[in-house]
């Protein structure tokens, strides 16, 4: 139906033109040609589409709105290719124009789709004529030494579904799944396996993965009420992040074991996806951390090394920090989305200028272009204007992303 869709708008306009020229001239001097306002019909008795584009010409015309439409319906019964396409018209109410399909059009019009594999929808190309642009569509994205819930199953039926249509429309598509496989709940989930169940850290499939949880609950609350198991977990997350061969291995058995039980339910979704997970990015984090010292954006505030935004700020109105190095030296998760939202919007062949898109988060709309920090203090430095496209730097997707928010399914 958008063909025809399409072509009733354009001899709609058409009829607009023809029986208002001076108002159509106007309007397109204006930069705001007449606007039929084709929808279709709220109501099947009122046929397949309704023209509304009457209704806004009453004012500027000094014309009652249905007289208005009868001049675009004496227009339309004069235009050959318009009999041919529909029945005559109908003006209703205060002058609305009722259209209804010629059912011979309509029944050729399907069986031109059933005839065409594509059921005749263009590919992205076919209709913009340039070739389509790279998409990223971040979905799932579960939790190592985790299983997954609900919300994750929401994203990945929807981040699916997003890619499918994507590729569809011919769009390259990067299927991305960020798992949560860094980070401190490793430091304390290592560090609690090492007292309770040393054999999970150097065995594979030691324990199951209903254990694994059993074993982060019980970690999580050790490290909420133990500040010396705290510390301990700290800097085991320092050491893995910086490579140590023991603590690697015991990373390496939870993710492997994790990642098969979830391939099993993506198997059974018929779920493609490609994993880069968090720890993906961990040769990346000391490159943000430079760019932002050289753009003078970085401050130290209590031996952290943290970015202030613009516009966030606590209850106490005090401006919130995005921590990017912590004290101890280690990273966290914001280092990492930093360093994920700079390498998406690299270079080709895997960088992609469309924003990822995060399917399924409550808060997708939160990662959208925004005044960029980063950008602000690069301009404030150089002749060059701040990108009227989203930097890659990340700071900018951060400033809003680091704003206190309700709970979200997928990360």
Same mark, same amino acid.
Request: proline share 8%.
């Given at each position: 139906?958008?063909?025809?869709?399409?072509?009733?708008?354009?001899?709609?306009?058409?009829?607009?033109?023809?029986?208002?020229?001076?108002?159509?001239?106007?309007?397109?001097?204006?930069?705001?040609?007449?606007?039929?306002?084709?929808?279709?019909?709220?109501?099947?008795? !009122?046929?397949?589409?309704?023209?509304?584009? $009457?209704?806004?010409?009453?004012?500027?015309?000094?014309?009652?709105?249905?007289?208005?439409? $009868?001049?675009?319906? +004496?227009?339309?019964?004069?235009?050959?290719?318009?009999?041919?396409?529909?029945?005559?018209?109908?003006?209703?109410?205060?002058?609305?124009?009722?259209?209804?399909?010629?059912?011979?059009?309509?029944?050729?019009?399907?069986?031109?789709?059933?005839?065409?594999?594509?059921?005749?929808?263009?590919?992205?190309? +076919?209709?913009?004529?340039? $070739?389509?642009?790279?998409?990223? @569509?971040? !979905?799932?994205?579960?939790?190592?030494?985790?299983?997954?819930?609900?919300?994750h199953l929401r994203s990945t039926i929807i981040g699916?579904?997003?890619?499918?249509?994507?590729?569809?429309?011919?769009?390259?598509?990067?299927?991305?799944?960020?798992?949560?496989? *860094?980070?401190?709940? !490793?430091?304390?989930?290592?560090?609690?396996?090492?007292?309770?169940?040393?054999?999970?850290?150097?065995?594979?499939?030691?324990?199951?993965?209903?254990?694994? @949880?059993?074993?982060?609950?019980?970690?999580?609350?050790?490290?909420?009420?133990? +500040?010396?198991?705290?510390?301990?977990?700290?800097?085991?997350?320092?050491?893995?992040?910086?490579?140590?061969?023991?603590?690697?291995?015991?990373?390496?058995?939870?993710?492997?074991?994790?990642?098969?039980?979830?391939?099993?339910?993506?198997?059974?979704?018929?779920?493609?996806?490609?994993?880069?997970?968090?720890?993906?990015?961990?040769?990346?984090?000391?490159? @943000?951390?430079?760019?932002?010292?050289?753009?003078?954006?970085?401050?130290?505030?209590?031996?952290?090394?943290?970015?202030?935004?613009?516009?966030?700020?606590?209850?106490?109105?005090?401006?919130?920090?995005?921590?990017?190095?912590?004290?101890?030296?280690? !990273?966290?998760?914001a280092t990492t989305d930093l360093a994920a939202i700079?390498?998406?919007?690299?270079?080709?062949? +895997?960088?992609?200028? *469309?924003?990822?898109?995060?399917?399924?988060?409550?808060?997708?709309?939160?990662?959208?272009?925004?005044?960029?920090? *980063?950008?602000?203090?690069?301009?404030?430095?150089?002749?060059?204007?701040?990108?009227?496209?989203?930097?890659?730097?990340?700071?900018?997707?951060?400033?809003?992303?680091?704003?206190?928010?309700?709970?979200?399914?997928?990360?």
């Amino acid at each position: 139906m958008l063909r025809i869709a399409q072509t009733l708008e354009a001899q709609l306009r058409s009829a607009m033109e023809r029986a208002f020229p001076q108002a159509a001239e106007a309007a397109l001097a204006a930069g705001e040609p007449l606007d039929p306002q084709l929808a279709p019909a709220s109501k099947p008795e !009122f046929g397949d589409f309704q023209a509304n584009g $009457a209704l806004p010409l009453a004012k500027p015309l000094g014309q009652a709105p249905r007289a208005i439409a $009868a001049a675009l319906v +004496e227009q339309l019964q004069g235009d050959a290719a318009f009999t041919a396409l529909c029945l005559e018209p109908q003006i209703a109410g205060p002058g609305f124009i009722n259209l209804t399909l010629r059912p011979e059009r309509l029944a050729a019009e399907v069986q031109r789709r059933l005839g065409d594999p594509r059921l005749g929808v263009p590919t992205a190309a +076919e209709q913009s004529g340039v $070739a389509p642009a790279p998409v990223v @569509v971040d !979905f799932s994205s579960p939790n190592i030494a985790k299983e997954m819930h609900v919300g994750h199953l929401r994203s990945t039926i929807i981040g699916d579904s997003l890619a499918r249509v994507l590729e569809f429309r011919g769009h390259p598509v990067l299927r991305l799944n960020h798992v949560g496989d *860094w980070g401190t709940q !490793f430091g304390m989930l290592i560090t609690h396996l090492k007292q309770v169940a040393p054999q999970a850290l150097d065995t594979a499939d030691a324990v199951d993965l209903g254990d694994l @949880v059993a074993f982060y609950r019980q970690a999580k609350a050790r490290f909420d009420d133990d +500040e010396a198991f705290q510390t301990t977990s700290r800097e085991e997350v320092v050491k893995l992040q910086g490579g140590d061969p023991v603590s690697r291995k015991a990373w390496q058995l939870l993710c492997d074991q994790s990642r098969r039980e979830f391939q099993k339910i993506y198997d059974r979704l018929d779920i493609r996806l490609s994993e880069r997970g968090e720890s993906f990015y961990n040769p990346y984090l000391e490159a @943000v951390v430079a760019d932002l010292t050289a753009t003078g954006l970085l401050v130290t505030d209590d031996g952290a090394r943290c970015v202030f935004l613009e516009g966030v700020s606590g209850k106490d109105g005090k401006a919130l920090p995005v921590i990017v190095q912590k004290s101890d030296g280690g !990273f966290n998760y914001a280092t990492t989305d930093l360093a994920a939202i700079r390498y998406r919007f690299g270079a080709p062949p +895997e960088g992609s200028r *469309w924003p990822a898109a995060p399917a399924g988060c409550p808060r997708a709309a939160d990662w959208s272009t925004c005044p960029s920090a *980063w950008c602000r203090g690069r301009t404030a430095r150089s002749s060059r204007p701040a990108p009227a496209t989203p930097c890659a730097c990340g700071i900018c997707w951060m400033r809003r992303w680091s704003a206190p928010r309700p709970t979200c399914a997928v990360a």
